[in-house]
T-cell receptor, first 112, second 112 residues
Framework: DTEVTQTPKHLVMGMTNKKSLKCEQH?????MYWYKQKAKKPPELMFV???????INESVPSRFSPECPNSSLLNLHLHALQPEDSALYLC???????????FGPGTRLTVL | EDQVTQSPEALRLQEGESSSLNCSYT??????LFWYRQDPGKGPEFLFT???AGEEKEKERLKATLTKKESFLHITAPKPEDSATYLC?????????????FGKGTKLTVNP
């Protein structure tokens, strides 16, 4: 199984809502990532987990809260988002930190 | 400052017209260089990893090469299904200060 899955595929939320994005991999990878991607831009790194511990937070606003419940799962909790947070949110995993990454299909988030 | 620059930003080819995409980098301590392909609204798909100058990798119509300052992605006799954005990413740094730097991508369109 060389797949990274993400749910939901699409999410529309208001600025006062609380929602969560989920990511799962069963490749035994020990590094997992959250990226944000705006249209016609490259992926922008948000968070990195290595061995289930947060190792990198790229100065992301606190309205984004990551969680790694176990080595296969990665969540991104969203609260009080702004319209400019609308983007494609990508999850990725790799065997070791910053090596070849496998990306999920992404969650298209729209904040109204 | 670590930088990855891809050129051209966009490239239009006729089917069968071979060409090359460029990724130039200035980073401290290159650990690896990655090429990904991304279709609209989807997650990047891994193509190649290159680790040292002189290294080459091939897959179907694609060939990636690496020098000390840049990488090329050569596309031989492209087909319309090769249309996508091609992303270059460089793994740099070491021992707790590793990072992954993405280029802005080259959008390739292959016309039939």
């Amino acid at each position: 199984d060389t797949e990274v899955t993400q749910t939901p595929k699409h999410l529309v939320m208001g600025m006062t809502n609380k929602k969560s994005l989920k990511c799962e991999q069963h490749m035994g990878h020990r590094a997992m990532y959250w990226y944000k991607q705006k249209a016609k831009k490259p992926p922008e790194l948000m968070f990195v987990y290595s061995y289930e511990k947060l190792s990198i937070n790229e100065s992301v606003p606190s309205r984004f809260s990551p969680e790694c419940p176990n080595s296969s799962l990665l969540n991104l909790h969203l609260h009080a988002l702004q319209p400019e947070d609308s983007a494609l949110y990508l999850c990725a995993s790799s065997q070791a930190l910053f090596q070849r990454q496998f990306f999920g299909p992404g969650t298209r988030l729209t904040v109204l | 400052e670590d930088q990855v620059t891809q050129s051209p930003e966009a490239l239009r080819l006729q089917e069968g017209e071979s060409s090359s995409l460029n990724c130039s980098y200035t980073v401290s301590g290159l650990r690896g260089l990655f090429w990904y392909r991304q279709d609209p609204g989807k997650g990047p798909e891994f193509l190649f990893t290159l680790y040292s100058a002189g290294e080459e990798k091939e897959k179907e119509r694609l060939k990636a090469t690496l020098t000390k300052k840049e990488s090329f992605l050569h596309i031989t006799a492209p087909k319309p299904e090769d249309s996508a954005t091609y992303l270059c990413a460089v793994q740099a740094g070491q021992g707790g200060s590793e990072k992954l730097v993405f280029g802005k991508g080259t959008k390739l369109t292959v016309n039939p």
